[in-house]
């Protein structure tokens, strides 16, 4: 493995860490505009939940009226995207930490194929949540057009 090839992983990794972050601060705002009352307030509910709680309350909010915003596939796809963000940013070290050698190399090479799918999924998703957003947003008169 090459140095610029580590360099690259994890500057990928980096990027994977960012757009879940984006991913999260989106959802957050989605949730708040979504819950009746002050949009500020409700915010600072969520401000301090994980990923995969913003997601699971977020999913409770959009199913108490029976009309959902997102899809049941939508919700699948969030819970999806905080799997894969959990594997980068918590898991990782432990499949390649303690291994050697041609063993740490082929699975190294594995994770940064991986991670280049990841990181191509992360990117566009990230925009099309923060369309949402402003879609959302928008919807529930918390940004004017």
């Not at 049941?72 to 990782?92: G, K, M």
Request: hydrophobic content about 40%.
């Amino acid at each position: 493995m090459q140095s610029n090839d580590l360099k690259t992983f994890f500057q990928n990794l980096g990027l994977i860490a960012l757009y879940s972050q984006c991913i999260e601060c989106d959802l957050k705002k989605i949730y708040a505009g979504m819950a009746n009352g002050d949009f500020q307030i409700n915010l600072g509910e969520v401000e301090e939940a994980t990923l995969g709680q913003t997601v699971s309350m977020l999913q409770a909010l959009d199913n108490e009226d029976n009309a959902p915003y997102f899809s049941a596939h939508d919700y699948d796809v969030l819970y999806a995207v905080n799997c894969r963000r959990n594997f980068w940013t918590h898991y990782l070290a432990r499949e390649i930490a303690y291994l050697s050698g041609q063993e740490q190399l082929k699975k190294f090479a594995k994770l940064a194929k991986d991670l280049e799918l990841d990181l191509e999924f992360f990117a566009g998703y990230r925009v099309f949540i923060e369309r949402v957003r402003f879609d959302v947003l928008k919807k529930y008169g918390v940004i004017k057009e």
